[in-house]
């Protein structure tokens, strides 16, 4: 393996990727104050979890089964409240115990 | 004073990420390196990229003996998502915030890192930002690290149930507002249906991976933003 292209390579990955992290950070430094643009800003957030989340979710365990139980356990904590890290492990425990049963 | 306390706060909002990012990294590294890579390369990818798809499109393409210009574009258009996340983020971090603080936070845009930041109430500040950063870095090159050396620890089980945690904290955070707010729970619903629609439709299944993504979020939130434009006063809960 040669490994100066390897490490290349690897500078242009991280260096594409910081741009494009970077460049509306340090572009947008006030704020806006166009009333659609501030809406469609405010969510994004929600579309684009939502978008990587589905249906992918059902691919991440290796079986749809155990995904579509760790789901179900996912929304149903997040719709009760739950924080981050509960509906996290929440869902890993779902998944782990329908893996036992499926 | 304040900044310490920020810090730390955003410490505890890191550790869960962290602690999902060990599971995947561990992955990443176990096939990196058993597909040829040298476990320091894994790992500065990692520390480099902090990104999931991205970096292990990259790494394929690099053992592929794919041309620099393909890895830069392949990388760019998975990664696309970022800019508009940190577009976001933008409007979320202290006005006040001075350029080469912003150029350090913008390096730890993730998924996982905007969702958690979108969540947290209020104007983010640098010292909060760098708190919820430190662990995932730290995570997720570690995690590429250890599953570099150690080539299959991870019973199948285990792993499986670790791989949904990252999506877990996803739906943390869209479910809540989504109960509350009519126009939210239309936004991810809308995306949902968009996303899962590109993925099986047979004449569209080609825009699957980062231009999919893109394009959902461009257009579901182009259209909610329409049909319900958010007031300033509305935004501050």
Known sequence: ?102 | MREKKEFIEGLKDGLPICLGYLSVSFAYGMRAVLAGLPLGVAGLISLSNLTSAGQFAGTNLILAGGTCLEIAVTTLVINLRYFLMSLSLSQKVEEKMPLRKRLAVSFGVTDEIFAVSMQHPGPLSAAYMAGMILLPVAGWTGGTLIGGMATNLLPERLSGALGIALYGMFIAVIVPPARKSRPVLFTVVFAGLCSIGIRYLPWIKELSGGWGIIIITILVSGIAAVLFPVKAEREEE
């Open chain 1, 1 to 102: 393996m040669d490994m100066t292209r390897v490490l290349i390579s690897v500078g242009v990955m991280a260096g594409v990727t910081y741009l494009i992290r970077m460049l509306p950070m340090a572009a947008v430094r006030k704020r806006i104050e166009n009333v659609t643009v501030r809406s469609f800003l405010y969510y994004v957030p929600y579309a684009v979890l939502s978008a990587m989340t589905f249906p992918d979710i059902l691919e991440a365990t290796g079986s749809a089964a155990t995904a579509a139980v760790g789901t179900i356990a996912a929304v149903a904590l997040a719709f009760w409240g739950k924080g981050l890290l509960t509906v996290a492990v929440g869902a890993s425990a779902a998944v782990y115990l329908a893996s036992l049963l499926f």
